[in-house]
């Protein structure tokens, strides 16, 4: 009953609002119509938000975020959205209304409930693609659709296809190595936070392009025409105003159309619509270079900021490969305990996300002891979740050893959703997973790296920014010279 009054008012509202609007905009002289609609927007609204007709009414948050989703706005362009939320679950507990039709949980049972369990939620309309053509997979809402594309997307992060990728991506690294040295030599210092993106690009367009998405290749032109910037600002504005902008300037570069994507459907597989190539293009360019560039940051920061790790990491290194022979037996990487303990750790703490959204289903929701209403967006805050002191003791400490047990490296040990979870998860994390691995070797085993006087670990870790893409605000400069021991 008390379900049904509160959509009943939510409806009169939005009924106002609507009959104010076109009655003010098809008749120009009635210009009293105009306040008419601020009042409604300014007073109705915001009384109907807080008061116990709306169906969000008994869950706790903070006042103006239950009013409007202007504050959340404000965090988003800040880049501070993640740790807004982490802040209201420190107040208020495990449920928050974040906004007028936001609900943020944080438990086992939620991340279950929402993203991994066979009823998991469908996403969001923040993943609508708006006025960009196509239809491309990370937009895709609805499961049963979404587990169609998939399949098509699967068949390009098989062991096969993976173990294919590792020509290119030593290739790239290697390029990363041979610029490392030369910036460093000619400036006396190299800036990771500018550099690693670029080979993060570069990697993808070796990987999936065959190098045709963009030339020359962002190392060797020292990203002239910030491809990386307009990029990332993409990734963020999605996020921001929830949709994408329409046309990618790496789109214009595209010979049109990824090597997997365009393979045909053998098999009787289905076969990606040719109109869906430039979306899942950019997905790919975009989702695959971004994510894994932070990352990559996130894990040089973390040695910078933890040095016997360095060392850890390369008696293990060093006593199982030669130097000159690790890309011989990059399947070895998969084995070592602590490097992929050392990147799970990074995966935790390098995720300044704020949250996954997804919408409730007709017949609502029962998590965290509480009945959410349909309709209601909710989401697990990622990173109030990699923090919780409940799964991960002295959670802000960078401690991969947590990943380790019985001297065995277990990946499951804690759920982390650094990739999502459940039907909508990442389809590229294994390929994630062996980039970082190929990284990491590879610059501890050849390269010795020095952070500049003005290293500062805490100022450093205090300037990171998420709005989907991860800013960093503070440079992170090395001075690099070859292994010398
Ligand atoms: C460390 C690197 C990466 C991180 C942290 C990451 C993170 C994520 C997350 C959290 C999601 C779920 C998004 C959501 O539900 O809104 C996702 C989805 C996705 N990621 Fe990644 N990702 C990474 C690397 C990659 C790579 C290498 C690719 C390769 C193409 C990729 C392609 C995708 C795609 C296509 C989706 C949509 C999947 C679907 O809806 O089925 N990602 N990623």
Known sequence: MAQNLSEYCGAVIRSIIGIALALSICNAGLIAYVPLVVVTILIVVPIYRLSPLHPLYGFPGPVLYRISELPMFYHALRGT????????????GSIVRTGPNTVSLTSMDAIRQIYTSSHALNKTTAYDMHSIKGEGLFFIKDKATHVRRRRIWNRSFSEEALSGYRGPMVSQIQNLMHWLLKRSE?????????????????????????????????????????IVA?????????????????????????????RFLNSRGDGGQPKLPYNDLPIESETVLIGASDTVGTMAIFAMYFLLA????????????????????????????????????????????????????????????????????????????????????TYYPDAYTFDPTRWIKDGTYSRSA??????????????????????????????????DFTATSNFDAARFWNGVRNCRATSFLEPLCVRVVPRKH
């Open 81 to 92: 959205r993640h740790l807004a939320v982490k802040r209201f679950h420190d107040s208020y």
């Open 186 to 226: 000619q400036d006396g210092k190299v800036d990771l936070v500018r550099i690693i993106p670029q080979y993060a690009y570069d990697s993808t367009n070796a990987v999936f392009f065959s190098g045709h998405a963009f030339s020359p290749s962002l190392l060797d032109s020292d990203d002239a025409e910030h």
């Open 230 to 258: 307009e990029a990332s600002g993409y990734f963020a504005a999605f996020e921001f105003l929830g949709h994408a902008q329409t046309i990618f300037p790496i789109l214009k570069r595209l010979p049109g159309i990824s």
């Open 306 to 389: 933890n040095p016997k790790w360095v060392e850890i990491l390369r008696q293990e290194l060093d006593s199982t490969f030669h130097r000159d022979s690790i890309n011989d037996h990059l399947d070895v990487l998969d084995k070592l305990v602590l490097l992929n303990a050392f990147i799970q750790e990074t995966f935790r703490l390098g995720m300044a996300f704020p949250g996954l959204p997804r919408i409730v289903p007709p017949d609502g929701l029962f998590v965290n002891g509480r009945y959410i209403p349909k309709d209601t967006c909710v989401n697990v805050p990622v990173w109030t979740h990699h923090v919780d002191e």
């Open 414 to 447: 804690h759920v982390i959703l650094t990739f999502g979870g459940g039907a909508f998860n990442c389809v590229g994390s294994k390929l994630a997973y062996a980039q970082l691995r190929i990284f990491l070797a590879n610059l501890l085993m050849h390269l």
